[in-house]
């Protein structure tokens, strides 16, 4: 299977879907005492509003993504990672 068609079944079936109230987003979550795994998936248009939270650590699977984090603007795409500070802002 390729990452490309999509999460596998059984992160969807077994996972809690997230309720996001913005649209263009949809997520499962795996939540522990102290983590929380949020697999997401994101339309083309999707723009999230500026937001903050505690250290944000993600991986681009598919497609790209560009964040604006602390005021610095950047493109990731499959393979690549950002970490996003505790209190940052992330636009």
């Known amino acids: ?3 490309s068609e999509g999460f596998p079944d059984v992160i969807r079936q077994s996972f809690p ?3 996001i109230p913005l ?3 949809l997520g499962n979550l795996l939540q ?3 983590c929380q795994l ?3 998936e994101f339309n083309e248009d999707f723009h999230a509003p ?3 939270h505690k250290v944000h650590w993600g991986l681009i ?3 790209e993504a560009t964040m604006t984090i602390n005021g610095e603007t950047r493109t990731y795409g499959p393979g690549e990672y950002y970490i996003v500070p505790g209190g940052a802002v992330r636009q």
């Open 1 to 3: 299977m390729n990452i």
């Open 50 to 52: 500026d937001h903050q």
């Open 32 to 34: 522990g005492g102290n």
């Open 38 to 40: 949020m697999f997401s």
């Open 17 to 19: 879907k997230v309720n």
């Open 61 to 63: 699977l598919t497609g």
């Open 23 to 25: 649209p263009g987003i």
